[in-house]
């Protein structure tokens, strides 16, 4: 089987200021990477990943399962070195999803939260597991898939590419079918779109560009609170008339229209509040006017709500909860582990740990992460002796 029609978009969102996603259409080679990190570190992450899946797209005769370890060994090893050369870009990962299509099936290799879908018969299923922590607390049966969906760590991931000397990858092929149709994509889709609305999105576009474009712009009606890329192909039979790869740029008209509403004018997850503020005033990219003030009144009788309630449970004193913070180190948090709106949260940091998530196992962090109210004392007991045991002196 062959790849078919392809398409590809990448697009900031509306609450970020960079773009620290990337993409890889080198067909029969795809592939996604969601950056993480402060300053330019996501940014490089996702590229420095995305290119060592570029420059080793053409087939050289290993099995896809054995290419696609190796590509992501050696792209962890690349993210790594230079975080460690760099103490501005200490921290610093990516996610990676990337697959290649050989024969009758596709090689897929999976690190973090962005995801494969295959979407055969009309029905859309995801191929992929998500290493992230409401992911492992949904397995577990801590958390239902609809909490997890409002889940204020939701964005915190348990497993990525360049962050340590090693990598843990998920690898594994799929049979395909001619007329199956692929979906690889970052988290900024499927925070803000859900699978029902994907599957219908992909059966009614009339091809794969327009089937990119329709996602792009259903992430940013809903808010666009993160970077959001897709890349779409399809299984053919027989070569495709013009295997040329569309990488195409969402124009403004497709993602941001004066007359959508953004969702919220409050903060994206980590972005500083009047940074999001100054982007919104200036029209965002498209620098657009647009009538921000019956959003400033909603967002205001929003943030008083959530002053009064956030006043009765700080006030009680004796509500803790430990997490992840948007760099995935373990935090204590004073307050309980909703946010009203996003931006305004009943929870506050009050311990920030030099333990990252990814650093424990399953078993510790289900145990750490569970959500019983616990006392700051004991919260702080429990970390400062995961501490002792995995970070180094
Ligand atoms: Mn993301």
């Known amino acids: ?16 200021l960079r773009n620290e996603d990337a993409v890889v259409v ?20 996702a590229q420095l990943a995305a290119g060592v899946f570029s420059d080793h797209a053409s087939s050289s005769g290993i099995d896809g399962e054995t290419r696609l370890r190796a590509l992501v060994v050696e792209a962890n090893r690349q993210v790594f070195n230079r975080a460690q050369s760099d103490p501005s870009l200490a921290g610093m990962g990516t996610t990676v999803t990337a697959v290649v299509l050989e024969d009758d099936h596709l090689a897929i290799v999976q690190v ?56 843990a990858a998920d690898v594994f092929v799929t049979p395909t079918q001619p007329g199956d149709v692929f979906l690889l994509c970052t988290d900024g889709l499927t925070t803000m779109v859900g699978d029902g609305a994907i599957e219908h999105t992909l059966l009614e576009s009339k091809d794969a560009q327009a089937a990119a474009r329709a996602l792009v712009r ?17 299984i053919v039979e027989d070569a495709w008339a013009d295997p040329e790869p569309q990488i195409l740029t969402a124009p403004d008209e497709d993602t941001l229209t004066s007359l959508e509403p953004v969702a919220l004018l409050s903060g994206g997850v980590g972005e500083p509040r009047e940074t999001v503020l100054a982007t919104a005033q200036a029209g965002g990219r498209g620098a657009r006017p647009r009538s921000i003030l019956p959003l400033l009144l909603t967002a205001l009788a929003l943030a008083l709500a959530g002053v009064v309630v956030v006043g ?47 650093q424990l196992t399953p078993e510790e962090r289900a145990e750490l992460f569970d959500h019983d109210l616990a006392g700051e004392d004991v919260a702080r007991e429990r970390i400062a002796e995961l501490e002792r045991l995995v970070v180094a002196p």
């Open 312 to 358: 009765a449970v700080w006030g009680s004193k004796r509500a803790y909860f430990v997490g992840a913070d948007e760099q995935g180190y373990i935090t204590v948090y004073q307050g309980v582990p909703w946010d009203i709106t996003e931006g305004v949260k009943l929870y506050r940091e009050i311990y920030v740990s030099p333990l990252r998530a990814p």
């Open 1 to 16: 089987m062959k790849i078919g029609q392809h398409a590809s978009l990448t697009d900031t969102g509306r609450k970020r």
């Open 112 to 167: 973090g939260d962005s995801r494969a879908y295959r979407l055969r018969g009309g029905v859309l299923d995801q191929l992929t597991e998500d290493h992230s922590l409401v992911a492992e607390l949904v397995r577990s049966g801590r958390l239902t898939r609809e909490e997890a969906a409002l889940h204020p760590q939701r964005a915190v991931i348990t497993r990525a590419l360049g962050t340590d000397p090693t990598v």
């Open 218 to 234: 259903a992430a940013n009606q809903a808010g666009g609170d993160d970077n959001v890329s897709v890349v779409i192909f399809e």
């Open 26 to 45: 080198s067909a029969p080679l795809f592939a996604v990477a969601d950056g993480m990190g402060g300053a330019k570190g996501g940014q490089l992450a």
